[in-house]
């Protein structure tokens, strides 16, 4: 695939390289197979495109990243969408301000979410194949912002969230749409990030709030909770040829790109929508998601006692 970054400005979405988008788009559409898909990256909390020690183009969203930093895992590389044998498609590394505290960033994504549905409606007119969208932290909250502003013949295929930065509410909110009624999304959670959803939770208001951290209760065929610290969980992927391994953190707001063979089943949930159909990894409602703290007050164990937090600051 070939990977494009652009970036979110005042002035709409601009490609990295400079330029305009539409040009940019139409010369990274023109040699693309008819029907290959194409995949959105967002990153989350605390990166800025604008500012270079923070730019996400140089961190998680760049094929080799420059940025010296242990959370700097390549996105693009991890998934197999760059190099000679990644698979026919095109990437797209979105880069958007979401620096400074979380109410300005919280509000950012919203806005940001309204461009992201400008350039998928661009997509859509100029390509048939599917869309898809891998978001991190409040990446989450910019991928569904952009679900009310979409039409039904503009929808998103599938949304593959991580440790996802947004309150039941809004999610419900962005999901009575004609998109949200059509889009798929995987909710990829586990209990290392309960301190963060707490904060922001706490954050957000004094009116009782639940983060997509706690799941989604009676969202449809269309929605699937992936606990991703739940045994049952893992079993099941073991079954279907994903090998992950629990996580051996009690808090830490990346382990789920971080955990290796997490980018595995992303791949194929990202570039074979319709070759991994959500109703192959549900377990039973009772065994989704744990109860919030159930990971940072469990017992010590031995592989915990070196540290047991793992970039809470």
């Known amino acids: 695939m070939a990977l494009l970054a652009l970036n979110v400005t005042d002035d709409g979405i601009i490609p990295r390289a400079g330029g305009a988008l539409i040009p940019a788009l139409q ?5 693309l197979p008819k029907g290959a898909p194409i995949v959105i990256l ?15 183009h140089e961190h998680i ?19 197999g969408l760059t190099g000679p044998n990644a698979a026919p498609g095109l990437a797209i590394s979105l880069g958007w301000p979401s620096l400074g505290s979380i109410w300005r960033a919280y509000g950012a994504a919203e806005r940001t979410g309204r461009a992201l549905a400008g350039l998928i409606g ?8 599917p869309i898809t969208v891998l978001t991190h932290s409040l990446g989450a909250r910019v991928a569904l912002q952009a679900l ?16 996802a930065a947004e309150v039941q509410s809004a999610c419900r909110h962005a999901l009575d749409s004609p998109a949200g009624r059509k889009v798929e999304v995987v909710n990829v959670t586990s209990r290392e990030n309960d301190l963060f959803d707490f904060l922001l939770e706490r954050a957000l208001g004094t009116m009782p709030l639940k983060t997509l951290g706690n799941g989604l209760p009676k969202a449809g065929p269309r929605w699937l909770d992936l606990p991703l ?52 990894m549900r377990i039973e409602a009772s065994h989704r998601i744990a109860p919030r703290w159930s990971r940072l007050f469990a017992l010590p164990r031995p592989a915990a006692a070196a540290g047991l937090v793992e970039g809470a600051t």
């Open 61 to 79: 969203l760049s094929a080799t990243p420059t940025i010296d930093c242990w959370k700097a895992l390549s996105w693009p590389t991890a998934l």
């Open 42 to 56: 967002i990153h989350g909390f605390r990166f800025s495109p604008s500012v270079p020690s923070d730019d996400p």
């Open 148 to 163: 009310p502003v979409l039409s039904a013949d503009t929808a998103i295929d599938r949304i593959v969230m991580l440790a």
């Open 229 to 280: 610290d739940n045994s049952i969980t893992l079993s099941r992927l073991a079954s279907l040829g994903y090998s992950v391994p629990p996580p051996d953190r009690r808090v830490c707001h990346w382990s789920l790109y971080l955990r290796p063979g997490t980018f595995d089943l992303y791949r194929d949930m990202l570039i074979r929508p319709t070759e991994t159909p959500l109703s192959r």
């Open 27 to 31: 010369v990274s559409l023109t040699d």
């Open 122 to 129: 661009v997509l859509r007119r100029s390509h048939s194949g």
